[in-house]
């Protein structure tokens, strides 16, 4: 049975930018104090929040933790990752390559969108949409990450 997203992808992703630039700074980063999911209510339930943090000083990698995960994300993953911590090394993570991206959405602070596909908790091939937009200051890396999905599964 194929199951369909909820939300067209294009509104998905004009509905998320459109947000992010309304809280946006200056500098044209969002600053996190300003968010709020009432704001993008139609699309939070496709969202996921990341918080940032780094591993180490010396290696400066990333480590992302799912903040809020949306009822339609826990379904894509087969699993509610709530709380969990993000593995890169971990090659079945759901998403990974979703999550890899991330990396340069948080060094780069720049929003992002592209699609692939992976397979599930569920052994479900998983094709998706995504968009990514980062929270922060200008010339540091993000504090958190939003990412907006849209997808079906097979």
């Known amino acids: 049975m194929k199951e369909i997203q909820q939300i067209p992808e294009k509104r998905m992703v004009k509905r998320l930018f459109d947000y992010m630039e309304k809280i946006s700074e200056e500098d044209g980063v969002a600053d996190y104090r300003k968010f709020s999911s009432e704001a993008i209510a139609e699309i939070w339930p496709q969202c996921f929040l990341l918080s940032v943090g780094n591993s180490s000083m010396e290696t400066k990698n990333f480590v992302y933790k799912y903040e809020y995960v949306g009822d339609i994300i826990k ?13 890169l090394n971990i090659k079945d993570t759901p998403g990974i390559k979703i999550i890899e991206n991330i990396d340069v959405c948080t060094k780069e602070l720049k929003q992002l969108h592209e699609s692939g596909k992976f397979v599930n908790k569920k052994n479900k091939v998983i094709k998706y949409r995504s968009c990514m937009a980062p929270f922060g200051k200008s010339g540091s890396p993000a504090t958190n990450i939003i990412v907006g999905l849209s997808w079906q599964s097979y």
């Not at 379904?75 to 593995?87: C, D, H, M, Q, R």
């Open 75 to 87: 379904e894509a993953f087969g699993k509610n990752p709530t709380g969990e911590l993000i593995n």
